[in-house]
């Protein structure tokens, strides 16, 4: 079973920046999807970014579009996200997760429901 690893998470002020890795145990496939979410208190569970590793392909969500990056080193299994031009709103855990493909949609989709792997979590926040 694949597992998870997050850590980089921390305390900026506004307008710095952060890098979150996930650290993998195996890859089992290409084609999987990552996610990177985030959750802050009171709050759903939030996709930001989407990965598929197979075509090093990355979506991300309105509110980070332009801010935060989503990259790999398959060398390390490491899954990172980098995040830029920090706002008090990005304060949250952020959680990496790992799920299958979705056919049509690929790994478009930032849906937890479609995610069956997560990691423990590590926290951001953001001080204005």
């Known amino acids: 079973e694949v597992q998870l690893v997050e850590s980089g998470g921390g305390s900026v002020e506004t307008g710095g920046s952060l890098r979150l890795s996930c650290a993998v145990s195996?890859?089992?496939?290409?084609?999987?999807?990552m996610g990177w979410f985030r959750q802050a208190p009171g709050s759903e569970r939030e996709g930001v970014s989407s990965?598929?590793?197979?075509?090093?392909?990355?979506y991300y969500s309105d509110s980070v579009k332009g801010r935060f990056t989503t990259s790999q080193d398959n060398a390390k299994r490491t899954l990172y996200l980098q995040m830029d031009d920090l706002k008090p709103d990005d304060s949250a855990t952020y959680y990496c997760?790992?799920?299958?493909?979705?056919?049509?949609?690929?790994?478009?989709?930032?849906?937890?429901?479609?995610?069956?792997?997560w990691g423990q979590g590590t926290q951001v926040t953001v001080s204005s």
């Open positions: 997760a790992a799920g299958p493909i979705q056919y049509p949609g690929g790994c478009s989709s930032m849906a937890a429901t479609k995610y069956g792997t």
């Open positions: 990965f598929w590793r197979g075509g090093n392909i990355s």
């Open positions: 195996a890859y089992t496939s290409s084609s999987i999807c």
